[in-house]
């Protein structure tokens, strides 16, 4: 079986699940009127697109424990560790050593918990297309994240997790991350050059992270973790318009399914998406377009964004699962 779930409901359900002893984490995607004092609860801060209110709920299939480790929130259960660490920056070109040390954080509470292998992580900061001090704040963030990485995986290419990392208009850097026992099964993408392979035009370091990642619960059930997918073809952005866009970022999902569904004895399915776009879009039309190509119309959250490339105007992250009889 799964170890956990994740759904959206409204603020009222989102309220009611800290009382659930099987929470892992509830995100929102602005601050509440009262902020509740509780290690699983989080907030993105990015608009919703559409008008609405929705929340994430993490839900366990059994008891979680929660806690405070080095300063990292966090919520687990017997498989899997959910991490919170949102750290302030004193400067706007502190990202780099503020990166590395979030992430030193994080693998030094997973680990002393028990939950050595990061699986999936969220990356959340301002302004990060603003170059300061003569480097782009993205590709600071790239920086401290590799050099993180570099200390602390002793197989860099093979063992990284998936991972987005987005543009808000709060301050703070907002890292959320999904840790295991054991390790998942990296998966890249055959029409894309992998981000860690990257040429230095992107940067001093290549951006340190898988195009997802295959995890196996029992012999029956999978997860795949999609990183946040764009209409990056090779390592160059393709199209001006954002249909365009959507479109050659569908068929980049659609290969990353059919590079894990070789793995897997049962097809994978989409089971959540996240879009991040720009407002003064059909979202109606967006929404259609993702269902006939995937064939598939899970639950999804359009949240408005910047894109870690300037010229990208939009980009789908997410989960698919698949169960065999």
Not at 138 to 159: K, M, S, W
Not at 190 to 209: D, E, I, N, V
Not at 278 to 300: C, E, H, S, W
Request: charged share 20%; proline share 8%; net charge neutral.
């Amino acid at each position: 079986m799964f170890p956990f779930q994740v759904v959206h409901c409204d603020e009222t359900q989102a309220a009611r699940a800290l009382d659930d002893e099987r929470l892992l984490a509830l995100i929102r995607f602005r601050e509440p009127a009262a902020p509740p004092q509780d290690p699983r609860s989080g907030v993105i801060p990015l608009p919703e697109l559409g008008g609405s209110s929705t929340a994430e709920v993490w839900l366990s299939a059994r008891p979680v424990r929660v806690g405070v480790t080095h300063g990292v929130s966090h919520a687990g259960n017997d498989a899997v560790l959910f991490l919170q660490c949102h750290l302030d920056e004193d400067t706007p070109d502190a990202l780099q050593p503020l990166t590395a040390m979030a992430y030193r954080r994080l693998f030094a509470a997973a680990r002393a918990l028990g939950y050595p292998y990061l699986l999936r992580v969220w990356n959340y900061f301002p302004a990060i297309n603003r170059e300061c001090g003569g480097l782009e704040r993205y590709r600071a963030f790239c920086a401290g994240r590799h050099q993180a990485l570099v200390a602390e995986l002793t197989e860099f290419e093979t063992h990284l997790p998936a991972a987005c990392a987005i543009g808000t208009d709060e301050p703070g850097l907002r890292l959320y991350a999904l840790a295991g026992r054991t390790a998942g099964i990296q998966i890249e993408n055959p029409r894309q050059t992998s981000a860690f392979h990257y040429p230095r035009q992107y940067g001093p370091r290549s951006p340190s992270f898988s195009r997802a990642v295959l995890k196996a619960w029992g012999e029956r059930h999978h997860h795949l973790y999609i990183s946040g997918t764009a209409s990056i073809v090779g390592h160059a952005s393709q199209h001006v318009d954002l249909m365009a866009q959507l479109d050659e970022t569908l068929l980049n999902l659609r290969a990353l399914l059919a590079q894990a569904n070789r793995l897997t004895p049962e097809p994978l399915r989409p089971a959540l998406l996240k879009v991040y776009c720009q407002p003064n879009f059909d979202l109606t039309a967006l929404r259609r377009r993702i269902a006939q190509a995937l064939d598939a119309d899970p639950p999804t959250l359009f949240l408005q964004a910047d894109i870690c490339r300037r010229e990208l105007l939009i980009e789908i992250e997410g989960l698919a699962m698949g169960s065999a009889p």
